[in-house]
């Protein structure tokens, strides 16, 4: 008997505080225009001091919990995206399952950059589809601003925080885990990197004074690979899963930039009411950008049901990744 992987439940959390535009002009030397012709951001979603990965990643987690009816002792694995967890070690997934009450459960982080959330759909599809596990939570989370240099006015205008999350299991109806594609080419790795920290260049006053600890990015050569990774995640997917393009019916995209988003959804030759966007409000959340999307769209009943989903992310790496979902008759959105 083939078994199949359903997301049953989708959550998402977002701090309070907003940083907008105008706030941005304060700051560094840009406008609103020139941020909105460029990526189509008007304002991003920030973190206080006080606040960690585990923080926002358990809200999702409860949120999407909730959504799938699940009880604590429900779930049998967490596994988390992120580039931002709250310590090299333990492991934020651990410290999420702790403060959940899920027991002793395998948990652990991953980093993929911003296709970390695709990447932990297709371990739990796996997980599932294997027989070996019934019940996954994957989360993708990011606080991006806590690495931002806020004196470079070409990346601090990009990103925000939040956390998305999504219960998997073994039985549906749901949004059931299609065909994927997925890879990844470390020689442009460092066109998008956090130089400091690592065993390559270990915390030093050095590399606190050269700004290593932060993000660095030429946003033209990544635009560039960026648009190509995104189509060929799509398409290559599709083509797993054996599905035409003409049976697409809503694109979730990572949401990084707006023109990156346009591109693919040419590529799709899909119409602007079928391409999910809420960039303009949250900005790049990294790992947490499609399952903040996701759950908009699941509780905004944008997703319909039946309807064929396309999922997909590019991000550090270089990484990207594609997958199918099959919104089946039956699944409420909660």
């Known amino acids: 008997m083939n078994r199949n992987a359903y997301i049953v439940g989708t959550g998402h959390h977002v701090p309070e505080r907003k940083l907008t535009n105008a706030d941005l002009e304060k700051i560094v030397d840009t406008t609103d225009e020139w941020i909105v012709t460029r ?19 358990s809200e999702a987690a409860r949120n999407a919990m909730k959504a799938a009816g699940w009880k604590p002792e429900d779930v049998q694995m967490i596994i988390l995206g992120t580039v931002t967890p709250d310590y090299t070690f333990p492991s934020t997934a651990a410290l999420v399952a702790d403060r959940l009450g899920l027991g002793h459960i395998p948990a652990y982080d991953f980093e993929a950059g911003c296709s970390g959330f695709i990447y932990g ?22 606080m991006l601003t806590k690495i931002t240099n806020w004196d470079d006015r070409t990346t601090c205008v990009l990103f925000g925080d939040g956390a998305g999350a999504v219960a998997i299991s073994s039985e549906g109806p749901g949004g059931r885990l299609g065909g994927f594609h997925w890879g990844s080419n470390g020689s442009v790795g460092e066109h998008l990197i956090q130089p400091g920290g690592g065993s390559r260049n270990p915390a030093s006053a050095e590399t606190i004074e050269q700004n290593l600890h932060t993000i660095q990015m030429d946003g033209s050569r990544i635009f560039k690979h960026a648009v190509r990774a995104m189509r060929d995640a799509c398409l290559k997917a599709l083509e797993m899963d054996g599905t035409p393009k003409s049976e697409v ?69 270089l990484t990207w990744a594609g997958i199918i979902l099959h919104w089946e008759e039956g699944t409420e959105g909660k």
Not at 136 to 142: E, F, K, P, R, S
Request: proline share 3%; hydrophobic share 45%; aromatic share 4%.
């Open 39 to 57: 990526t189509g951001i008007r304002e991003r979603r920030i973190c206080d001091e006080q606040t960690a990965n585990s923080d926002i990643s």
């Open 121 to 142: 759909l297709i371990q739990a599809k796996a997980f599932i589809e294997s027989g070996l596990l019934d019940r996954v939570l994957v989360i993708g989370a990011d």
């Open 249 to 317: 019916d809503l694109l979730i995209s990572h949401q990084a930039n707006l023109r990156i988003i346009d591109a693919t959804a040419r590529a799709l030759e899909l119409q602007p009411e079928q391409v999910f966007i809420n960039i303009q409000k949250y900005g790049n959340t990294s790992a947490a950008s499609i399952p903040i999307a996701l759950d908009e769209a699941v509780r905004e009943g944008t997703i319909q049901k039946p309807n064929t989903v396309v999922l997909a992310a590019f991000g550090a790496g």
